[in-house]
C-alpha cells in the first residue's frame, strides 16, 4: 500500500507491472476503491504498468470535506501520474472514473494516449437528483441508500449471488464527506462540448442493465469522438468488469491492440 501526498489530499495507490510496461490506469466509480479492478487484473496482458487509485474521500484515501470539483479530481489523477511517470497510457474511467478520464484527456493529451469509457456519460443525472441524494447521504448516511444502489450497479444474477454483499459493505464503508464530495463533482459536471473536441481512439463500454449510466448514455456520449467504438456487455449492470471480468479484460485487450498500446 502506497499514499501519495498531492497537497490538499493524500491517494492510496497501487503500481503493478514493470517500469518499462505499457501504462494504463484505472480510475473507479463512486462508492468504490481501487479494488473495483481485481476480477480482471488477472486476465489482462501481461508486461502492462498498471495505475490505480482511491478518489480522495475513498478507500484508503483523505476524505477533504464535501463538496469537491471535477477540476479537482481530474487534478488528483494528474498530479498522480506526474508523480510516476505516467505518460501516452491507456486511461480506463468508469462511471465519475470516466468524467475523470475525460476531463484529463482534455487537459493533457500528454498523458492520455487512448480513451476506454465505461458506464459513464459527458453529463450524467441532474442537479435536482444529485441534491437529494448529496442531502439524504448527508443527513442519514449511505447505508439506506445502498438497496437501490445496488439495483442499479448489477443485473438480477449477480444480485443472486453471495458476492452481493462484499461489493454492498465497500458502498457502505466509504466516508459520508467522500460520496457527497464526488457526488458535487459530477453534478457539477457538463462534458459534451469538450469530449467533442476530442481526437483520440476511444471506446464506450456499456451494461445493458445498468440503471446509473444506460447503454444509451454511453453510446451518445463515446459518439462524440470521431472514430470511436462501442461495446455493450450483456446481463451487467454499472460494474461489468466485476459482473463478466473474462469479457470486460477481453474487449480491454483487444482495444490495446487495435490502438498499438501493445
Same mark, same amino acid.
Given at each position: 500500500?502506497?499514499?501519495?501526498?498531492?497537497?490538499?489530499?493524500?491517494?492510496?495507490?497501487?503500481?503493478?507491472?514493470?517500469?518499462? /510496461?505499457?501504462?494504463?490506469?484505472?480510475? +473507479?466509480?463512486?462508492?468504490? $476503491?481501487?479494488?473495483?479492478?481485481?476480477?480482471?487484473?488477472?486476465?489482462? &496482458?501481461? *508486461?502492462?504498468?498498471?495505475?490505480?487509485?482511491?478518489?480522495? /474521500?475513498?478507500?484508503?484515501?483523505?476524505?477533504? &470535506?464535501?463538496?469537491?470539483?471535477?477540476?479537482?479530481?481530474? %487534478? $488528483?489523477?494528474?498530479?498522480?501520474?506526474?508523480?510516476?511517470?505516467?505518460?501516452?497510457?491507456?486511461? !480506463? /474511467?468508469?462511471?465519475?472514473?470516466?468524467?475523470?478520464?475525460?476531463?484529463?484527456?482534455?487537459?493533457?493529451?500528454?498523458?492520455?494516449?487512448?480513451?476506454?469509457?465505461? +458506464? %459513464?456519460?459527458?453529463?450524467?443525472? +441532474?442537479? $435536482?437528483?444529485?441534491?437529494?441524494?448529496?442531502?439524504?447521504?448527508?443527513?442519514?448516511?449511505?447505508?439506506?441508500?445502498?438497496?437501490?444502489?445496488?439495483?442499479?450497479?448489477?443485473?438480477? #444474477?449477480?444480485?443472486?449471488?453471495?458476492?452481493?454483499?462484499?461489493?454492498? +459493505?465497500?458502498?457502505?464503508?466509504?466516508? !459520508?464527506?467522500?460520496?457527497?464530495?464526488?457526488?458535487?463533482?459530477?453534478?457539477?459536471?457538463?462534458?459534451?462540448?469538450?469530449?467533442?473536441?476530442?481526437?483520440?481512439?476511444?471506446?464506450?463500454?456499456?451494461?445493458?442493465?445498468?440503471?446509473?449510466?444506460?447503454?444509451?448514455?454511453?453510446?451518445?456520449?463515446? $459518439?462524440?469522438?470521431? *472514430?470511436?467504438?462501442?461495446?455493450?456487455?450483456?446481463? %451487467?449492470?454499472?460494474?461489468?468488469?466485476?459482473?463478466?471480468?473474462?469479457?470486460?479484460?477481453?474487449?480491454?485487450?483487444?482495444?490495446?491492440? #487495435?490502438?498499438?498500446?501493445?
Amino acid at each position: 500500500m502506497k499514499l501519495a501526498d498531492l497537497g490538499d489530499v493524500r491517494l492510496h495507490y497501487r503500481i503493478d507491472g514493470p517500469d518499462d /510496461g505499457a501504462p494504463v490506469v484505472f480510475a +473507479n466509480s463512486l462508492g468504490t $476503491d481501487l479494488r473495483l479492478w481485481d476480477p480482471i487484473m488477472p486476465l489482462l &496482458p501481461a *508486461g502492462l504498468r498498471v495505475l490505480r487509485f482511491d478518489k480522495r /474521500g475513498h478507500g484508503l484515501s483523505s476524505c477533504p &470535506p464535501s463538496p469537491y470539483s471535477m477540476g479537482s479530481l481530474v %487534478t $488528483d489523477a494528474e498530479k498522480l501520474m506526474d508523480m510516476h511517470g505516467f505518460k501516452d497510457a491507456l486511461f !480506463v /474511467g468508469l462511471s465519475i472514473g470516466g468524467m475523470i478520464a475525460q476531463g484529463l484527456a482534455v487537459k493533457r493529451l500528454d498523458l492520455v494516449r487512448a480513451l476506454v469509457l465505461s +458506464n %459513464t456519460g459527458a453529463k450524467i443525472g +441532474n442537479a $435536482d437528483m444529485w441534491g437529494e441524494r448529496i442531502a439524504a447521504v448527508l443527513k442519514g448516511g449511505i447505508e439506506p441508500l445502498a438497496d437501490a444502489v445496488m439495483e442499479r450497479w448489477f443485473a438480477p #444474477d449477480f444480485r443472486a449471488t453471495p458476492e452481493l454483499e462484499l461489493w454492498r +459493505n465497500m458502498l457502505i464503508r466509504q466516508e !459520508v464527506q467522500g460520496y457527497a464530495g464526488c457526488s458535487s463533482a459530477i453534478s457539477g459536471t457538463d462534458f459534451y462540448s469538450t469530449t467533442a473536441s476530442l481526437r483520440l481512439p476511444a471506446l464506450g463500454i456499456a451494461g445493458s442493465e445498468d440503471g446509473s449510466t444506460p447503454p444509451d448514455l454511453v453510446r451518445e456520449t463515446i $459518439d462524440l469522438i470521431p *472514430g470511436s467504438q462501442f461495446q455493450i456487455i450483456r446481463r %451487467t449492470g454499472h460494474l461489468p468488469c466485476v459482473e463478466k471480468p473474462e469479457e470486460y479484460a477481453q474487449i480491454l485487450t483487444r482495444f490495446m491492440r #487495435d490502438t498499438g498500446h501493445i
